[in-house]
């Protein structure tokens, strides 16, 4: 498809369903007389210039979105997106999730985890074709390696100014490559969070909820040497001063109004298969759901509440917790949905327009077979593959295999390394090795593992890995009492608990490993020729999806643009800008959603127990209806959080949330229950996105927390 072609498709498609899409800065020139009219007050141009505001103040955290605010590199994102910071600086002493933390000045500010960084975007460069030169003709596994050594050479090149990270993104399956160039700031800083009765009021109970009422906004800083470049952490480095910054709105928005937002949304699944989304939501997020639940439930039963063990894991909690209420919303929806027969009349529709024209045919004709031959061989061992990556997301057996790759990844030229073990990930890989310390504990590590194993032992003979049945004697007469006791031992004598051990291993050679007779080191080495194995069979399959998924794309894409429907990419975690309205929406039958809530609202959920404790301090402002500035007459109160038609998923947490003059206006944090299958499919009835209200952060700031100082550092339009 010809980008001119694309090009045309967004300008003929906006107008037709304008709040769907995550779109790329660079298309949305083509949307400017569309963007006008909906309230976009700025030059539309220059949302598509990354080097101008208001994309300049907008960055990424690795996971999350986040803007400048302040012209000495203070930054606001979610309470959620800075949780593991305030977790890794809390201890049962000073609970700062609990309590709140305010630095009044940039010396109690307080490191944020080892590893956390501030990206900001900076350059975006169309590299389809030096990605695509010389490998017309390489399949499987050939073509894999073919690509990931063009991006590897590309991000190489874009690196060689210092301070910088780049990556290559694929875009439709594969059909576009862009090079992504964003400045790196590594020393990042916790300045102010709200407590967790306001930051996660409601909690896991009002997750993808409406009505809300969670004040889910925090502070960082960004730090840098005094030459003004990217440096470690120093008390000698001083704050950064952004090319420009968001202006915060006091005045906020109303029903009808004009809102965007720019941000890195995460993953989006809308141009996968009938046969994709079946297996999906049938079988994987009823898998994952019941592993992410049993993982929250062994914590809790291996780690009293308040205990130091507790507050290790309250992020990773958190994050299962939101993902397991996720599942259970797909699942739901697509029970009631016509998703799978939608699917499948796309499909048909496809394969007949391309029947109806022999070059389409020629071209065409056989893609969509070979695209579901493949995605059934890849489901071969998907059981097994899942409990393996639960097994994952636990702490030592992990880290033991990292360093050892990372040993024999260490005996080749840098450039020919593994992504992830060549030098320029020497930082991240170190401050992973780090930050265990304060997410991990032996005692919810191991029952998690024993759990998992359990799992992965119940699988049939020729489903399992030898290699892993050979470490942990699981074999015909498999016994729990024999595993339970296998792990003790391993526990019991490992050292990779202790952050120097660790570290020391990062420039250990292949033979020191070979000698070591610590038990996760072992494990690694016994399974480095499976794990080895594994993954030259998975890049031979990707290989060859990379060789018909573009195909497919093409002939989507080429089909969009006859029947005049939106045509942007899934969400791959690059920088995109979505447009909508503040909307409220009917959940049912005979229920309206009002698309603001109130702060009388807070007291009206209030039980005094977790999670609806709000601070006694702020149910006493409520009641004698200290609304200050920010007293909105229409709704009689101030507004706490929002409703938009905003197009957003995962990833878009602590995405700004722009009027028409680029000004802040609230926080994306979420979205509403019904919209959770909107990483599938758009419905512009319920998809939703919730944001926290800029008055209620302000009002709170104000109010509650006294956080004078950061107020008068930001610029508040009244």
């Not at 993982?295 to 291996?302: C, S």
């Not at 722009?658 to 998809?687: H, K, M, P, Q, T």
Request: charged share 25%.
């Amino acid at each position: 498809m010809k980008k001119w072609l694309l090009t045309v498709a967004v300008a003929a498609s906006f107008g037709a369903q304008a709040d769907e899409g995550m779109w790329q800065p660079h298309q949305l020139p083509a949307m400017a007389a569309e963007l006008k009219a909906k309230g976009l007050e700025i030059d539309a141009t220059s949302i598509s210039k990354l080097t101008q505001f208001p994309m300049n103040a907008v960055i990424s955290l690795g996971g999350c979105t986040a803007s400048f605010v302040s012209p000495k590199g203070l930054v606001v994102t979610n309470h959620h997106c800075a949780y593991g910071a305030i977790q890794y600086n809390s201890t049962p002493e000073k609970n700062l999730l609990e309590e709140g933390f305010l630095a009044k000045t940039f010396a109690d500010e307080l490191p944020a985890t080892p590893g956390s960084r501030v990206y900001v975007t900076e350059d975006v460069t169309n590299v389809t074709e030096r990605v695509q030169s010389g490998l017309e003709g390489k399949v499987g596994s050939d073509l894999y390696q073919g690509v990931e050594n063009q991006e590897k050479a590309l991000v190489a090149e874009c690196e060689k100014e210092e301070g910088y990270r780049c990556q290559v993104y694929s875009f439709h399956g594969g059909l576009e490559y862009y090079l992504v160039k964003q400045l790196e700031i590594r020393d990042v800083r916790l300045v102010y969070n709200p407590a967790a009765s306001v930051g996660k009021y409601g909690g896991d109970v009002d997750n993808w909820m409406w009505p809300r009422h969670t004040g889910d906004f925090s502070f960082y800083r960004a730090y840098v040497s005094k030459a003004g470049k990217p440096a470690d952490f120093s008390s000698d480095n001083v704050p950064y001063e952004p090319k420009s910054f968001l202006k915060v709105s006091a005045k906020g928005v109303s029903d009808g109004d004009f809102v965007m937002v720019a941000g890195y949304p995460g993953r989006t699944n809308r141009y996968r298969t009938a046969n994709e989304v079946q297996n999906q939501f049938e079988w994987a997020y009823p898998e994952g759901k019941l592993l992410r639940e049993r993982f929250i439930e062994i914590i809790k039963d291996t780690a009293p509440e308040g205990s130091d063990e507790r507050i290790k894991y309250e992020s990773q909690i958190a994050g299962l917790a939101n993902y397991a209420k996720n599942f259970t919303s797909m699942i739901e929806f697509y029970g009631k949905s016509t998703m799978l027969n939608d699917r499948k009349t796309r499909e048909a529709e496809l394969a007949a327009w391309i029947a109806k024209d022999s070059k389409r045919e020629a071209k065409y004709g056989k893609t969509l077979a070979q695209l579901d031959a493949l995605i059934a061989k890849g489901k071969a061992h998907q059981e097994r593959d899942m409990l393996l990556s639960y097994i994952g997301n636990t702490t030592l057996l992990p880290t033991a295999r990292d360093l050892y790759r990372l040993a024999n990844e260490k005996q080749l030229p840098d450039i020919q390394r593994e992504p992830g073990f060549q030098e320029r990930d020497m930082p991240r890989l170190t401050a992973s090795m780090e930050r265990i310390d304060r997410r991990y504990a032996p005692s919810v590590d191991k029952a998690v593992l024993f759990d998992m194993l359990k799992r992965y032992a119940a699988l049939p003979e020729d489903k399992r890995l030898p290699a892993l049945d050979k470490a942990f004697g699981i074999d015909k007469k498999f016994s729990e009492a024999k595993l339970s006791k296998t792990l003790d031992k391993m526990y019991a004598k490992t050292e990779l608990g202790k952050k120097d051990v660790r570290l020391a291993w990062m420039d250990k050679s292949v033979a020191d490993f070979k000698a070591s007779k610590d038990p996760f080191i072992q494990f690694a080495v016994a399974m480095y020729d499976t794990d080895m194995a594994e993954e030259k069979q998975q890049k031979e399959l990707d290989g060859e999806l990379m060789k018909v998924r573009p195909q497919y794309m093409d002939a989507i894409i080429a089909y969009n643009l006859e029947q005049g429907k939106p045509v942007y990419a899934d969400a791959n975690s690059s920088l995109r800008v979505t447009v909508g309205h503040v909307k409220g929406y009917s959940p049912k039958d005979g229920l309206q959603a009002l698309p603001f809530t109130r702060l009388e609202g807070i007291v009206q959920k209030d039980t005094g127990v977790e999670p609806f404790d709000a601070p006694k301090k702020e149910l006493a402002l409520i009641k004698q209806k200290q609304y200050g500035d920010f007293y909105v007459k229409a709704i009689d109160s101030v507004p706490v959080n929002f409703l938009s038609t905003l197009d957003t998923t995962g990833g878009n947490s602590g995405s700004p949330t722009l009027n028409g003059r680029a000004e802040l206006v609230g926080l994306l944090f979420d979205g509403v229950y019904e919209s959770i299958i909107g990483d599938w499919a758009y419905d512009d009835n319920i998809n939703r996105s919730i944001q926290v209200d800029s008055r209620y952060m302000l009002w709170v700031m104000k109010y509650l927390d006294h956080a004078d100082n950061l107020l008068a550092e930001m610029e508040i339009v009244k």
